[in-house]
């Protein structure tokens, strides 16, 4: 074992892992980690703790990963290259492995201009660091790991044990490049993958196809990206804005028909459509454990995360292996 | 080329009307092709500052004046004894000219006229493009002569982010992405696995990074002493 995070027993198991997802709050509201961990918590082999995601201040990662880890949540800490440079990354890594903390998923992160797709004020005249980016983080977490060194070359003593994650968008433009960029992160030391949002599951399968036949999947425990949709709007959002990511026409219609189905009662509405995307959630999850080289699924409610329980377990993924 | 582009005049304005006699100084070199700051802009703005000063009632004499260079002594060592009369010196030249001018001005304080930009070239007429960022330590050779740390919002060393979106960078769907371009350039020249490599931490200490750089080329030094020594003999 590299780390002996559950997640990593449960890859290592054999069976389908489940990671999903927790967004820290926007204010020092520690409860709400402890309210949502508890909601993600038997339902799940480790969540991701989000760093700052749609670059907005939030409690941070590791320490929204150190509370879910306290209250019985294996957290999975982001962390993103824009906010800090290697020194800070390496003492944040260091100060995460001290408190537990077992799984760390590296990312570019959103650029700090994104402020919750304009939707919020943000800090968009902030200065980003990119000291490091995706590829050269993972590089540094497997480093420590594995040679007890820093990144500028001096020992640890004690090193931090982190399976190394990354992310990936197997959709994304240039598609043709996408499956080289996996490689490079899995040739860096990425334990683990989780990708962005599939609802495209042929193309995904034609990307996984290529991924096979580079061995990639072999070398990494791939987990698909789920997103929760939870109205026909969303869905078109995530086709039209959200990069790397396209919605089958076919998906988009269904929900519009749950949609209709409500008439003019907008509470209804918005139920029939949760109760479509759910159904549509548990389809794309099996969609993507049939696939070959899949080891898993990350499933991400967002600000959602009651909804976890029951998609679990009308995914047949109830109850997570005791590892 | 260095780019930049004038200041708001309020602003300008607001940095000079307490002075009696004001220069605007202009450079002729990579300002005057960005129509920013060259003797024509220092022109149209000492004329600005004129009309602003008879607006405000205030009693200001602004001339203007041009050389070549602002960033190499020989240019402006002619007209030094006349920057000099002045109150206070605008300079349009780019930043490097403001600093440069400010360090031999004595006690007379030059301002910037411009905002220096970025190093960048004329994509069409009045169009201008950032393309490099001077980090020191050049790896255009690696990604076929695009440059990813002045072209990517995220100077990513490893390939595009998850934000590239139809070739676009997730900043804005005006600016292209740098590493979509990397890739299809490197496509066409047939050397993608030179972007397949992993490539390693970089030493940002060639970059701004490593505080304030200088360069100095001793040949050309020893060179210009010999040759200061036989014009003495
Ligand atoms: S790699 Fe450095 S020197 Fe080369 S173009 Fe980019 S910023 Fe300029
Ligand atoms: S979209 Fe492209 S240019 Fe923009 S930050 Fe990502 S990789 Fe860089």
Known sequence: MKSGSTLEKVIASGKPAVTAELGPPMSADGHEVVKKAQLLKGFCDAANITDCQTAVVRISSIAAAAIAFQNGLEPVMQMTCRDRNRIAMQADLLGAAALGLKNCLCLAGDHQKFSAAGKLKGHPGAKNVYDLDTCQLVGVLKKM?????????????????????????????????????????????????????????????KQMEKIRNMGLHEKTAILAGIIVPKSAMMLKYMDSSVAGVSVPKEMIDRMNKAKAAAGEDKKKMRELQEQEGLKITVELIHQALETPGVKGVHIQAIEWESAIEGIVKAAGLYPRPQV | MIVGSQKPIDEIWNMVKDKKKVLVFGCNTCVAICHAGGEKEAETIASLLRMKASQEGKQMEVSHLGVMRHCEPEYFDPVMNDVTKFDIVVSTACGVGVNFLSDRTGTVPVVPGINTSFYGAVE??????ELCAGCGDCILHLTGGICPIARCAKTLMNGPCGGTNKGKCEVSNEIDCAWYLIVERMTKLGQLDKLAQVQPPRNWATSRDGGPRRISLEHIAEYEAKEEAKAGK
């Open chain 2, 124 to 129: 069409a007429p009045g169009k201008f493009k």
């Open chain 1, 145 to 205: 790991r594995d040679e007890g060194k820093q990144e500028g070359g001096d020992p640890l003593e004690v090193a931090p044990k982190f399976f190394i994650g990354a992310s990936w968008t197997p959709m994304g433009d240039p598609i043709d490049f996408r499956p080289i960029n996996l490689m490079k992160k899995v040739n860096a030391g990425a334990d683990f993958i989780q990708t962005q949002g599939i609802y495209d599951m042929a193309l995904f399968r």
